[in-house]
């Protein structure tokens, strides 16, 4: 996913650096009391070889708007306080940034983390739960998301994204259970770094973007990827009654869909049609909680997944 800062494209997760005068200028414009994130950043011995470059950078609440043009929403949507961020540089040159995100608790600081993570990623044992992916290191712990970007893939840069992460992560407290949501996917099979965690439209339209708003009056999801090849979703809705109001719009928006084939109904709240890639999508209501499975035809594992969910309840 990419988004537009004032520097230009990047990726989410991968900081922009600013000019200092600008910096000095948005520091001006930061509210109040997000300087308690001062705490966690390197200082002296702890630092190491790395010195910091600059003064750092603080935005808090629709100040993030400021920073990330065009991805802020997302961390809104999981729920973001106030971010820190602070560029470093060793004595040979090489540069390092650091963004430790201060999120509103530790299932949104988990679910962005899940968000950013990638499938190519290496896990670290950093925080709750870390992983480091060519140029960059995201980790999760408590409230906060803590990512760290280099400049390439040197053994300069990922020996300083290791020691920046392992000594920012030393000094954050707190309970970092992952969310309970996500022990309904069925375990057998599945991929854990695929697993994703969403509370909102833009989580699952980045996991699926091929069925609209009807779907989203859940109040989280999760998806995991399995051995397989398929894919499953399960969307929680506030109570059963709110998910049997809401079926029938995701029903006919699948089964009129131009670009869908083979719309067949089944049993209860559940139908079977395959999308506009021409993957098999499967789904099935289970009191207030949606299953959506993926998968190539002819549905054999949505069957199997769905039943493993059920007898697991």
């Known amino acids: ?15 922009i650096i600013v000019s200092l005068a600008f910096s000095l200028f948005l520091m001006g414009q930061s509210s109040p009391g997000v300087s308690g994130l001062l705490s ?22 629709e100040d993030l708007y400021l920073y990330i043009d065009g991805g802020a929403e997302i961390y809104r949507e999981y729920g973001f306080a106030e971010v820190l961020v602070q560029e470093y540089k060793d004595r040979e040159g090489t540069r390092l940034s650091l963004e430790i995100f ?39 712990q408590g409230d906060f998301l803590a ?28 309970p970092s259970a992952a969310a309970l949501f996500v022990s309904e996917l069925p375990q057998s099979g599945l991929i ?41 979703f399960i969307l929680r809705y506030p109570n059963e009654e709110s998910l049997q109001q809401g079926f ?5 928006a699948l089964k009129n869909d131009p670009k869908s084939r083979g719309f067949k109904s089944g049993k209860g709240l559940s139908f079977q049609v395959n999308d506009n890639r021409g993957k098999l999508l499967s789904l099935l209501a289970v009191r207030n909680l949606l299953l959506l499975c993926i998968e190539d035809a ?16």
Do not use: C
């Not at 950043?41 to 609440?61: M, N, R, V």
């Not at 990638?118 to 992983?131: C, K, L, Y």
């Not at 029938?248 to 006919?252: L, M, R």
């Open 40 to 61: 966690y950043l390197l200082s002296g011995q702890e630092a190491g070889e790395w010195k910091t470059d600059g003064p750092p950078q603080e935005f808090k609440g």
């Open 102 to 140: 201060r999120m509103t608790s530790p299932e949104s600081a988990y679910g962005m983390y899940t968000f950013k993570r990638s499938p190519r990623g290496a896990p670290v044992s950093i925080g709750a739960e870390g992983q480091l992916d060519g140029y960059y290191l995201n980790f999760w």
């Open 192 to 232: 854990k770094t695929s697993v994703r965690y969403f509370k909102g439209y833009l989580g699952f339209m980045n996991n699926y973007p091929f069925l609209g708003h009807e779907a989203f009056g859940f109040q989280e999801g999760v998806r995991g990827d399995y051995s397989s090849g398929a894919a499953l």
């Open 298 to 313: 002819p549905g054999k594992e949505a069957s199997r997944l769905f039943e493993k969910f059920v007898k697991n309840q």
């Open 147 to 174: 990512t760290i970007t280099g400049q390439d893939e040197s053994p300069a840069t990922r020996r300083g994204l290791l020691e920046i992460a392992r000594a920012v992560a030393g000094k954050i407290r707190g």
């Open 1 to 15: 996913m990419e988004m537009e800062t004032r520097s230009g494209i990047l990726r989410i997760g991968r900081p």
């Open 248 to 252: 029938p719009a995701v029903e006919n």
